[in-house]
């Protein structure tokens, strides 16, 4: 992203609103996905396929609720 020159960006809102919205709407999309690929491995009894669908669900919800209780703040 390009600014004027001596634009600064905003620390508290670095991304455009509609970025910020696709974001979250795949950190949502994580949490249906990682329940569909974990039974899948289960199923199969696929061991990565197991830790990586955990991994990306547990991923999903941690950023979910960093961005929504705003914990890097308190970092």
């Given at each position: 992203m390009r600014y004027r020159e001596g634009q600064e960006v905003d620390p508290n809102n670095?991304?455009?609103?509609?970025?910020?919205m696709m974001l979250e709407m795949a950190y949502w999309m994580s949490i249906p996905i990682g329940l569909v690929?974990?039974?899948?491995g289960i199923k199969g009894?696929?061991?990565?396929l197991k830790v990586w669908s955990i991994g990306l669900m547990i991923l999903g919800i941690g950023i979910l609720i960093n961005e929504y209780f705003g914990l890097a703040d308190l970092i």
């Open positions: 670095p991304y455009p609103e509609s970025t910020q690929l974990l039974w899948m009894r696929v061991m990565w």
